[in-house]
């Protein structure tokens, strides 16, 4: 994981925090910054009251990428999906990892505590921060994903 001046915001439930906390560790050992947005501890949390924070932290340039852990992942892709400049992605393997930085500029990857083990999770992670976006072809299918601002001031899908 190479370091960025830019931090890395992150975020967990209840399930996830153990794995968030680890992911913290080895982000900081390897140079990153970190946001912690929480939660800190084993007590039953909602995941959106996470997911929206680092969200907000990546769409508003505070953090590069974000990173959120729940269960399965999926409760925080949705929740973070919410937001217009987001493109999260629940990722079980290095693979979608790639795939997902360089074909879909995804800026948050989800993860899965229960569902994935750590070891996959740093590696896929690693792979997610140090994969550049492709661009070209792909950059007319993020702009149809990406909403635009009508002059009106609604947001609709492109």
């Given at each position: 994981m190479n370091p960025a001046d830019?931090?890395?915001?992150?975020?967990?439930?209840?399930?996830?925090?153990?794995?968030?906390?680890?992911?913290?560790?080895a982000l900081e050992a390897a140079g990153h910054p970190v946001l912690d947005f929480g939660t800190h501890g084993s007590e039953s949390c909602d995941?959106?009251?996470?997911a929206h924070p680092v969200s907000e932290a990546v769409a508003g340039g505070q953090a590069r990428f974000g990173v959120l852990v729940c269960?399965?992942?999926?409760?925080?892709?949705?929740a973070a999906n919410r937001h217009p400049a987001i493109r999260a992605v629940v990722v079980h393997n290095t693979t979608e990892a790639r795939l997902t930085r360089a074909h879909n500029?995804?800026?948050i990857a989800c993860f899965?505590?229960?569902?994935?083990?750590?070891?996959?999770?740093?590696?896929?992670?690693?792979?997610?921060l140090t994969t550049p976006y492709e661009g070209g072809?792909?950059?007319?299918?993020?702009?149809?994903?990406?909403?635009?601002?009508?002059?009106?001031?609604?947001?609709?899908?492109a």
């Open positions: 830019t931090p890395i915001a992150l975020g967990a439930d209840h399930a996830g925090v153990a794995l968030k906390d680890s992911l913290r560790a995941y959106a009251d996470f269960g399965t992942g999926i409760g925080m892709a949705i500029d995804a800026n899965g505590a229960r569902t994935v083990g750590p070891e996959v999770v740093l590696d896929a992670l690693s792979a997610f072809r792909h950059d007319r299918r993020i702009a149809k994903i990406t909403p635009r601002i009508l002059a009106a001031g609604t947001a609709q899908e």
